[in-house]
């Protein structure tokens, strides 16, 4: 996971700066694999039985997936000089890791706080991993 923010990190970094007009960001996690199904298996905690969505699970059980995204990362100007109109404008790229230093988890607790007094007041949800806005509505 953390490669795949990364390189929307610097994709996005490199198209404010000018070095470069158009990036392709992509990512992807396989979990399906014999060591993950063995270490899952190990501790009890693969689901048993056929698929049932989490919370029609009777003893819980985690059912690994493997997934991927791409994102392309597009200067608007590039993108208006193609003839194309920007749909989105990247703010800016964050993670929800959690810093392990002492006090880190009050720091973190109280941004979510202050998102979700925003989320209340404004009905926008909050954003958790990166702040994506409809192009033309800054």
Do not use: C
């Amino acid at each position: 996971e953390g490669a795949g923010v990364e390189t929307l990190r610097v994709a996005w970094r490199r198209a404010a700066a000018g070095q470069g007009d158009l990036f392709l960001a992509a990512a992807s996690y396989n979990a399906v694999r014999p060591d993950m199904l063995l270490l899952q298996q190990t501790g009890g905690r693969l689901l048993r039985g056929p698929w049932r969505d989490l919370w029609s699970r009777p003893a819980g059980g985690i059912a690994l997936g493997s997934m991927g995204a791409a994102l392309v990362v597009e200067a608007a100007e590039h993108a208006r000089a193609r003839g194309a109109r920007p749909l989105a404008r990247l703010s800016a790229v964050t993670h929800g890791w959690s810093d392990r230093t002492p006090g880190a988890a009050a720091v973190a607790a109280a941004a979510v706080r202050a998102a979700e007094k925003v989320h209340h007041a404004t009905g926008q949800a909050p954003r958790t991993s990166g702040s994506v806005s409809p192009a033309g509505s800054e």
